[in-house]
């Protein structure tokens, strides 16, 4: 048979994870896709798109010279600086948001040519950003993960060096934790440790093979 009358393949299993700040979602990301699967993370495509040389030199003119000194982008002041400031928050956003969304399809189109098993969206505004990508609807199941609020925070406190409150007030920019809770197909509990949250991610899988 000739390349050009190849079957299509079929498309990977895809997999949306939703949750709280310093929930463990990307490790829960890791553990779905396992050694055959593909995490297409949000984050690291943020953070590539905020050092590509237009991007910094933008970056460079809006917020000074000083955020993009030694020639990397000093990604805690430029927190610190739009979620201090909406509107500076929305153009960031409007600039770096529409590169991630077609990096992550384009994620997608490799993943089924290269016939992956099973995809994982490890992106935090999954459900808060829908209408604009349109990928929450692609989703064959929502994955919730879910993590007491101090257990979170101070998770963010040891893990990421931020203030103690500091998550409270940037979960506030998001959807409820109760609203995507209730999105979700499949619940994870994750207080534990990793051999616990392996079995509990193992029991997800098995529940999604028998569908």
Do not use: Y
């Not at 999105?183 to 079995?199: C, P």
């Amino acid at each position: 048979m000739s390349a050009s009358n190849s079957p299509t393949p079929p498309p990977p299993l895809l997999l949306g994870v939703l949750g709280g700040i310093a929930s463990g979602k990307s490790e829960v990301a890791r553990l779905l896709a396992g050694a055959e699967g593909r995490v297409l993370d949000a984050d690291a495509l943020a953070h590539a798109e905020l050092e590509a040389s237009d991007t910094r030199e933008w970056l460079g003119a809006r917020f000074g010279p000083a955020l993009i000194a030694g020639g990397r982008v000093d990604r805690a002041a430029l927190a610190a600086a739009v979620f201090a400031d909406p509107a500076a928050r929305a153009e960031l956003e409007a600039r770096v948001h529409p590169r991630v969304r077609a990096a992550l399809r384009g994620g997608l189109v490799a993943a089924q040519r290269e016939r992956v098993p099973r995809v994982v969206l490890d992106v935090p505004l999954l459900l808060e950003n829908e209408a604009e990508h349109g990928l929450t609807a692609l989703c064959d199941a929502l994955v919730f993960v879910d993590a007491d609020a101090k257990v979170r925070d101070a998770r963010a406190v040891a893990r990421r060096g931020w203030a103690s409150g500091e998550l409270e007030r940037r979960e506030a920019l998001q959807l409820p934790l109760a609203t995507k809770r209730d999105r979700a197909d499949f619940v994870i509990r994750n207080e534990g440790d990793l051999d616990e949250l392996r079995a509990a991610v193992g029991r997800v899988l098995v529940a999604l093979a028998s569908r």
